[in-house]
Each structure stands twice: as structure tokens, then as C-alpha cells.
């Protein structure tokens, strides 16, 4: 990779020679004492400074305008992926997501598909073929511009979404790179031709856009910041690849939910989820479900109620009856276990019998400080679809109950956020439509 001279740091003012800095840093601090008793002298070593000046403001302008459009470019891919898919396997045009597992054509025609679209693009451009390694240190280096490299930038462009599409496996990495830094360095270029006073360094911007194109495109916003700066070592790209990649990450988020590691997935129907979204049920408390009026209400029986008349409790509909789940109190009233609506009115057991004596294991429970997640964990684990509520101060005092309703309802709040943000009204030119 070729490098280029960034801003030479200044040195700080310290102190006299031989003095020890207060403000230096430690060369190695598990030397500092060994150093000073051999006679080496002060361990340290003066702070040094690169402050970022008007030219590496500019640079980062511009890295976030590169970033947008390599944003756009990694979504462009993804739709003209899916048309080339489209296209060679239904014979459609069309940019929606498709499998190429799902069209039924014989392996000659698969075979065949790619290697007409690599022809293609090859008489167009034979550069656009290969790993393509060499374009991007010529990108980088300037030795590749103009109207050639622009050229070059679109064969690959059409090139990777031709095999891509086609369902030919491929890497990523090269192809990435050489679309982004060629689209950074001719803009970088066009912007140094321009105005020349700004300072632009075609080469920074095509490091720039080659970072924020694989930021853009992967989802993998501090990968591609430090790959771009362990592989120059140029502290002067430092703030405009922060602010390139990071503009490209959120640009990409905001067009598309996938990126190019998932979207192959995303066509064959998996769901992938990337989103880094709160979990309604971690955030809400079961005392907060017990404090909300009708809800956690808890009627509970006893272990020495006869069965014959909880039926017929049940049969008359009285308040709390319909419920699906009751706890069971012990002669001391302290929980004993849950027994269910089922239980009670099954015919095989005789109504003489004890509500005691359907109890089968000992009761799941929650407190109420745990989470509604940690509720939700424990009834998937133990099979059910109710908790007790006890104290955690009094064991088996029952205060509450929770269902699966209620962890239901906890998405509520986020649902009808959901649907008031999808009613406001699009603005255009600062004009309702």
C-alpha cells in the first residue's frame, strides 16, 4: 500500500534536558525503577501532539460525502444482486429478493449464466476480472485515474453483481476495495482539481472511501477503521476514516436492514436480525405489572378444597373462575404449587378428591424485582404459562400472578410507537405532501 506524509507532530515543550516530565508517558512501566538504579536515566518519553488541523477537517468533510455515496453504492449492489438473480433465473425484472434455489433450470444453464455476464464484462474492461488486488493499490496510489479508473470502478460494480447474482461464490473483500477506493480517489481527485486550496489528497480519500465502502457494506463499522489504519499507519487518515465509515455504517442502516454477509440469507428465507434494539420484556419489572390496575390479580385455592366444589365454583362463573391457572395455599397459606383449569375439571379425577391431591410438583415462581424476561425464561423452562408472585422477604406469600399475557402486553408501548411514528406525515421540501 503506498503511503503518504501526514502533518508532522510538534513536540511539546518540557521541561530541561534530563529532568523527568510529570506529564511524559512511561516508555515501560515495569522497567521504570531497573532503568533508574542502572543509571539509564528518566524512563519516559515526551507527549507529542498532532493537532488536527484545517486540511484534516476538510479531508473529513469530504470523507463523510465519500461515505454517503458508498452507501449508496453498497445498496445500489444489493438491488442490482437481486436483478441479476432475477433475471437469469425467473426471467424477470426485478430488484425483490430472490433464491436461485427456488428456479428450476438445468445445471448447463447454471453453469452458463456467469460465464456469460463475466464475457461481458470483460471485453468491456479485462481489468474488472480477477481478485483485483493490484486496482486497488493503483487506486490508492494514483497510478489508476481519470476516466480510467471511473471506468474500471463500474465494470467491477456490474461484474460482482453479475456473479453474485448468478449464485457463483465469490469474496468480497477485493471487490469492496477497489469499488471504494476508486469512487474515493476520483472524488478525492475531482476535489483537488477543483480547489486546490482545500489540500485534498486524492490518495486519503481513496483510503477513505475504500474503509467506508466496506463499512457500508458489511455493517462492520470499527473492522474496517482499523483494518484501513493497521494497513497504512498514516495517523493523518485516522479522523476522516472515523468519519467516513461511521457516516457509511448509519447511511447503510438507514437504506437497508442487510448487509452483504446476511443478504445471501436473507434470499434463501432466513431471518437475520441485526437491529441492536432494548428488549421490552428486560426493561419491565413484574411489580410493575402487579401495580397496574387489573393486571397480576391473583385467586388462589386451598390444598384441602374439595374438587366437587371448585367444579361447581367454576360452573357458576363466579368472579375469578375463568381463570386458566390457580395457585395452591397450604394450610399456612404459603404457596404450595399451581394447579390448572384442566386439572380441576378432568373427569378422571373423583370429586371427593382433594385440591391437595393434584399437585404435582413444586411451584415455579418469580419475585417481584425480577425482570419480565427473567419471568419469561423460567416459564419456558419449567413448561408453563403462569407464575406465582411471592415475596422475597416471606416465602411463599403469593402478591400476584403473571401470564403470558402479560408478557404480551409489555410490546404494547413499542407497537403503538411503531404505528404513531408510520401516520406522521412526509415532509418535502419542508412542505406537508
Not at 416465602?395 to 399475557?405: L, Q
Amino acid at each position: 500500500m503506498t503511503s503518504f506524509s501526514p502533518p508532522q507532530p510538534t513536540r511539546a515543550e518540557g521541561p530541561a534536558a534530563g529532568a523527568p516530565d510529570a506529564d511524559a508517558l512511561s516508555v515501560a512501566p515495569g522497567l521504570d525503577v531497573a532503568i533508574a538504579e542502572s543509571g539509564g536515566g528518566d524512563a519516559h518519553a515526551d507527549r507529542e501532539y498532532a493537532p488536527a488541523d484545517a486540511r484534516t477537517v476538510g479531508i473529513a468533510l469530504l470523507a463523510v460525502a465519500v461515505a454517503a455515496a458508498a452507501a449508496l453504492a453498497a445498496q445500489l449492489l444489493l438491488r442490482l444482486i437481486a436483478l441479476a438473480t432475477n433475471l437469469a433465473f425467473y426471467g424477470r425484472l426485478a430488484t425483490v429478493a430472490a433464491s436461485p434455489a427456488g428456479a428450476h433450470r438445468g445445471p448447463l444453464a447454471t453453469l452458463l449464466i456467469p460465464v456469460a455476464g463475466a464475457l461481458v464484462v470483460g471485453l468491456v474492461e479485462p481489468r474488472a476480472l480477477g481478485v483485483s488486488y493490484d486496482n486497488v493499490t493503483g487506486a490508492i496510489a494514483g497510478t489508476i485515474a481519470g476516466r480510467a479508473l471511473l471506468v474500471l470502478v463500474v465494470a467491477k460494480f456490474v461484474a460482482w453483481a453479475v456473479y453474485l447474482g448468478s449464485g457463483t461464490s465469490g469474496g468480497t473483500l477485493a471487490p469492496l476495495f477497489t469499488i471504494g477506493g476508486g469512487l474515493g480517489a476520483w472524488a478525492g481527485a475531482g476535489v483537488a482539481a477543483l480547489a486546490p486550496a482545500l489540500g485534498v489528497d486524492p490518495r486519503v480519500a481513496g483510503l477513505v472511501g475504500m474503509a467506508a465502502m466496506f463499512a457500508g457494506a458489511s455493517h462492520a463499522l470499527l473492522a474496517s477503521v482499523v483494518f484501513a489504519f493497521e494497513t497504512t499507519r498514516q495517523p493523518a487518515g485516522l479522523l476522516p476514516l472515523l468519519a467516513g465509515c461511521s457516516a457509511a455504517y448509519l447511511a447503510s442502516l438507514l437504506l437497508g436492514r442487510h448487509s452483504i454477509m446476511t443478504e445471501k440469507l436473507a434470499r434463501r428465507g432466513a431471518s437475520v436480525r441485526a437491529e441492536y434494539t432494548a428488549d421490552p420484556l428486560a426493561a419491565t419489572f413484574v411489580r410493575e405489572v402487579l401495580a397496574v390496575p387489573g393486571r397480576g390479580a391473583v385467586v388462589t385455592r386451598r390444598t384441602d378444597d374439595v374438587l366437587g366444589d371448585v367444579r361447581a365454583w367454576i360452573g357458576a362463573g363466579a368472579p375469578g373462575s375463568a381463570h386458566q391457572g390457580f395457585p395452591v395455599l397450604d394450610a399456612a397459606g404459603r404457596l404450595a404449587s399451581v394447579v390448572t383449569r384442566r386439572d380441576l375439571l378432568d373427569p378422571a379425577h373423583d370429586e371427593a378428591r382433594r385440591v391437595g391431591d393434584l399437585v404435582r410438583r413444586p411451584a415455579v415462581f418469580a419475585y417481584p424485582d425480577h425482570t419480565l424476561r427473567d419471568a419469561a425464561d423460567r416459564m419456558v423452562h419449567a413448561g408453563v404459562g403462569r407464575l406465582p408472585v411471592v415475596e422475597r422477604g416471606e416465602p411463599g406469600r403469593v402478591v400476584g400472578i403473571v401470564t403470558r399475557s402479560d408478557l404480551l402486553a409489555a410490546h404494547v408501548p413499542r407497537l403503538r410507537a411503531g404505528r404513531l411514528e408510520a401516520r406522521k406525515p412526509r415532509h418535502r421540501g419542508g412542505r406537508t405532501p
